[in-house]
Every structure is written in C-alpha cells, then in structure tokens.
C-alpha cells in the first residue's frame, strides 16, 4: 500500500494524487498538518517538504516525480 503524505494548498501533492489515481493505484492520504507523529517520521528521514511517497520501509522519496509514479504501475 502506497502512503502518500501531504501539505494543504500543495500543487505538487495534487499532481501526486492525480497520477496515482490515472494509474489506479490504491494509496492511503496523510495530512501532515493534521497528523503531528505523521510529519515527526517525515521529517526523520530527512525530508521538510511534501508529498512523500512511502512504499516501505527503505523506499521512500519526496517530490513530484512522475518518473519514480510511472514505475509503480
């Protein structure tokens, strides 16, 4: 399961959503001004933007990036 993780008012975090949902790929939605432990873990691997893509443990990235979408498919 894909966690995708989000900032209000965030275009990059729609694009993110949109291409997912083009592709069909169920994802789990976590507002990180909503979710303080969410955006505690975020920001432990060393990230201080959204969206973050989780797809487990090791395998994570931030960004739009429709290259690494494209793979998930």
Known sequence: ???????PDC???RATKRA?????IAYEEV?????AEA?????????QSAPVIYLGQDHHWYGYRPDLLAGLT
């Open 1 to 7: 399961m894909v966690i995708l993780y989000t900032a």
């Open 11 to 13: 275009q990059p975090c």
């Open 20 to 24: 997912l949902q083009q592709r069909g």
């Open 31 to 35: 507002d990180l001004s909503r979710d």
């Open 39 to 47: 955006l505690a873990r975020v920001r432990s691997w060393g990230y």
